[in-house]
């Protein structure tokens, strides 16, 4: 009997101890976590740079190990973040406002690009300026980037939402939608511009024509933030190795992105046309200093007052709110 129960409190010691250990190795230390980084993100060529990171081990190389997951809904990937389940996202600038509006903390640590032509309107060939929209019926992704390339530009001519039919789906339903005569017009991204203006359509404007609208990120909730301080600055540092890389090898890096993105290769670098790809000195200006604060800065400004405008922000926010340039330090 007394053998049995040295048997049995031995193991109930050892379960103890294991399950400490495992809660320990959890646990910060000096803003530095044995757990991964989640980061989530969408198909889009913009956020290639992540895998290349991963693939060429600069993550490893910085001491912080990072996950990557793709989950193309932004409702989901909403979910995700607010639940605890990822702890940042790659998204456009403005998302990341409205989530931070949405009672979600981030804090924007990275900038990818600005899109240059990698966004747009498809319409049909029948309808020739913005104001030709009104009656039309228009997809778009409500409360999304998308949402806010629509309004812009509907807004240019004269016109509002209320002037349009809004179908509700994602940038690339949307796309496979106008491609398949469902819909007059779709806001959109590469490939689906080219798909579109190849099925009977054309691109009515782009980010070309409205450049600095859309500025894709990595932000990061603020609990990890404020825990995991040093896991976020090796992060950090390691996209700006990333694209040193993509720099001086843009054929091989290219390669790694696409096939980390589940995309072709021409697919990729005919999208990429439609970018400007931020290095680690674009994001030192961009982000600027305590003493001249960069444009990114106004960036987010923009998008607050737009999304204001819409009441569609239940927080009042400023851009030093979601704006963390120390980690680039």
């Known amino acids: ?4 129960l040295l048997v049995v409190c031995s193991l109930v010691i050892l379960i103890t101890l294991t399950a400490c250990g495992k809660n320990d190795e959890a646990i910060p230390v000096n803003g530095k976590s044995s757990e991964p980084l989640k980061v989530t993100l969408p198909t889009w060529t913009g956020y290639g740079p992540l895998f290349l990171a991963e693939e060429k081990g600069f993550f490893e190389k910085n001491g912080v190990d990072v996950e990557l997951s793709v989950i193309e809904g932004l409702g989901e990937r909403k979910a995700a973040l607010a639940g605890g ?3 940042g996202m790659a998204t456009a600038l403005d998302v990341q406002v409205t989530f931070a509006g949405a009672g979600i903390p981030v804090e924007v640590v990275w900038l990818f690009d600005d899109s240059y032509g990698g966004d747009g309107i498809l319409v049909k ?6 104001k030709d929209l009104k009656g039309k019926k228009m997809a778009f992704e409500v409360g999304s980037t998308s949402q806010m390339l629509a309004l812009t530009a509907l807004a240019q001519g004269g016109l509002t939402e209320e002037d349009v039919t809004v179908v509700q789906m994602s940038a690339g339903d949307a796309g496979a939608a106008f491609a398949a005569g469902q819909v007059d017009a779709a806001v959109t991204w590469e490939p689906w511009l080219s798909k ?3 099925a009977n359509g054309k691109v009515l404007l782009s980010t070309k024509d409205l450049p600095g609208i859309i500025i894709d990120t990595v932000a990061f909730h603020e609990d990890v933030i404020k825990n995991r301080p040093e896991d976020v600055k090796a992060f950090v540092k390691a996209m700006g190795e990333a694209m040193d890389f993509w720099k ?9 992105m696409a096939k980390g993105l589940g995309i072709d290769v021409a697919e990729f670098e005919a999208t990429e046309t439609g970018l400007k790809f931020f290095l680690k000195e674009d994001n030192d200006k961009l982000f600027g200093t305590d003493a001249k604060k960069g444009s990114i800065y106004e960036s987010a400004e923009n998008a607050i007052q737009f999304y204001k405008d819409q009441d569609m922000l239940e927080n009042d926010l400023k851009a030093e709110d979601i704006i963390n340039s120390s980690f680039l330090k």
């Open 248 to 256: 001086d090898n843009k054929k091989e890096a290219n390669e790694i």
């Open 125 to 130: 060939n029948d309808i020739n300026s913005v």
């Open 196 to 198: 579109g203006a190849e």
């Open 85 to 87: 389940k990822v702890d």
């Open 1 to 4: 009997m007394k053998k049995w």
